[in-house]
Every structure is written in C-alpha cells, then in structure tokens.
C-alpha cells in the first residue's frame, strides 16, 4: 500500500472513491486531499484550510479494510506531514482511536467553532480534538 498527497487534478478521484463508499465528503482542490492505494484508492481524507487552521475531514476506509491499520497508517503520514496543529471533529465512538494517534480534547480556535456547531446542530456526535503539534 502507498499513502500520498494527491495532485490536485486527481481531485475527482477521491470524490468518485468517497461517492462509491457512501462517505459524506467532498474533496475540492483547495484542500490536501490524501489517499492509500493498493493499487486503486482504498482509503482517504482531507486537510481543509479554514482561514489559516488545519481541519482533518472526511477519513474513510473501504469497508474491507477496516481494523487493519490502515487509517492508522493514513492519518500518522498526514499529521507528520503537517507543521503546526491539526483540528479535527472527531466521532464520539472514534474519540480512543484518535487518541492513540497523539490527538487530545482540545478547544478550538474562533474562526473553527461555527463548523463544529454546525455538525452539532446536525446531531452529530463529536469531539473538538487537536494533534499535539
């Protein structure tokens, strides 16, 4: 499996693969969009620039893969990858996982808190969380 940021011309591709695999997602090319393949795309995600802060989106892997590491394996390259502190909306369910990926319960910056209301608002069951950097 190889994990890469993709160029942003392969933009459809990440949104093929998330609309094939009923994920909420939708990649643009604004965003970093990182993917595993083996060989085609079996798992992505997205780093959104929201007016300067990084916010981790839309981590997805195909469904016969999951429990293998390999979103372990995604989000380690994409965190190492980055240089200041990632946000992400992190799943209640998923809060222990993210966890043991060294991301914290954190309170979020101004400009990232109407997009965490919005999710709330939308009875989603999240946690604010940041990566250690």
């Known amino acids: ?3 890469c940021l993709l160029d942003p011309l392969a933009t459809p591709l990440v949104n ?3 609309q094939h695999h009923k994920g909420r997602g939708r990649a643009t090319k604004q965003d970093q969009n990182w993917v595993v393949k083996a060989p085609d795309i079996v798992a992505a995600c997205r780093v959104q ?3 300067g802060e990084l916010l981790l989106s839309s981590v997805l892997v ?3 893969l999951r429990n293998r590491g390999v979103a372990s394996a ?3 390259q994409v965190i190492t990858a980055q240089n200041t502190t990632v946000y992400t909306f992190a799943y209640r369910h998923l809060f222990e996982f993210y966890q043991r990926l ?3 319960r954190c309170t979020l ?3 990232l808190q109407p997009y965490f209301n919005s999710y709330v608002a939308q009875k989603r069951d999240i946690v604010a969380m940041c990566s250690s950097k």
């Open 74 to 76: 995604l989000l380690t």
């Open 49 to 51: 620039n929201k007016d």
């Open 109 to 111: 910056p101004l400009k």
């Open 102 to 104: 060294g991301f914290s």
């Open 1 to 3: 499996m190889q994990i």
């Open 62 to 64: 195909a469904e016969g």
């Open 16 to 18: 093929k693969f998330y």
